[in-house]
């Protein structure tokens, strides 16, 4: 004898079959919608991990990139660079500068 028959079994007749159907419905339907949720949990908890994986790669490639930038930046602000530089742009040193005044203007000669 199942549960349900033992909580109907003072009732007789259609009456007893009727209510067995009925909690038998709403078992079902129950045991239907906590399934449902479970898994609708289930999928949220994936998808939130699944999202915590794709950001925890963007921060590692970044770190990584952050690196080479540090690097690129250290060799271009060395000293033995920038006298390349200054070389590659065919600039002349100054010994000594003189100044033009014309009407309160001021110029500049080499």
Same mark, same amino acid.
């Given at each position: 004898? *199942?549960?349900?028959?033992? &909580? %109907?079994? !003072?009732? !007789? +007749?259609?009456?007893?079959? $009727?209510? &067995?159907?009925? %909690? $038998?419905? @709403?078992?079902? +339907? @129950? &045991? @239907?919608? *906590? *399934? +449902?949720?479970? @898994?609708?949990? =289930? $999928?949220?908890?994936v998808n939130h991990y699944l999202e915590m994986e794709d950001i925890e790669e963007q921060v590692k490639s970044l770190k990584m990139e952050n690196e080479k930038l540090l690097k690129e930046t250290a060799g271009l602000g060395s000293m033995a660079n =920038?006298?390349?530089?200054?070389?590659g742009l065919k600039m002349v040193k100054v010994d000594q500068v003189d100044y033009l005044v014309f009407n309160d203007e001021v110029l500049a000669e080499k």
């Open positions: 004898m *199942t549960f349900a028959q033992k &909580l %109907f079994q !003072s009732w !007789s +007749g259609r009456k007893r079959e $009727n209510n &067995l159907v009925i %909690f $038998n419905c @709403l078992a079902i +339907g @129950l &045991l @239907l919608i *906590t *399934t +449902g949720i479970y @898994l609708f949990q =289930i $999928n949220v908890g =920038i006298a390349q530089i200054v070389q």
